[in-house]
């Protein structure tokens, strides 16, 4: 079984990856690999900022890594919140706020068109390579379902009536923005 580093400290993307990776790899966290620092995330756009956490634990590995960074982008918020997903209610944010502060946002919203993006940049023997997942669908006017993280209970995916909370969680990782950006790094694995 090849082993991958996934330059996260996140339990949830960790288990969402594991779980849509199968036994084909282990998927190692930064836990795994006594990395305890804080990973910066400093760049202005999804793409810029996987690339900036893939390249941080590559430049202190120099093992074959991957980090992914996501976001929602809402149409009628003109991308927001995109980049700011994770922080978007401040710094110390729970997903709970986060989702609070985006539902008031929509309120007088007729406009509920929203796509979530997911792209992972991977370090390959010295070579970057970025791959990209987004699934598009509708802003509820509130939170239904008790699965998933972050931003899950109010978001349908388009061709479903049910948020990703709602949903189970092996349907969720074949048509999710991670899934779809992950089944490419999986194409790109099985060929190298």
Known sequence: MKKLIFATNNQHKLQEINAILGDQYRVLSLTDMNFYEEIPETSPTIEENAVQ?????????????????????????????????????????????????????????????????????????????????????????????????GYDPVFVPDGYHQTFAEMPTDLKNIISHRAIATQKLISFLQKH
């Open 53 to 149: 956490k893939a390249r941080y634990i590559y430049d202190r590995t120099t093992k074959n890594c991957f980090a992914d960074d996501t976001g929602l982008e809402v149409e009628a918020l003109d991308g927001r919140p995109g980049v700011f997903s994770a922080r978007y209610a401040g710094e110390n944010a729970t997903y709970q706020d986060n989702v609070d502060k985006l539902l008031l946002e929509m309120k007088e919203k007729q406009n509920r068109k929203a796509c979530f993006k997911t792209v992972i940049a991977l370090f390959w023997d010295h070579q970057l390579y970025l791959f990209e997942g987004k699934i598009c669908g509708q802003i509820l006017t509130k939170a239904a379902g008790k699965g998933g993280f």
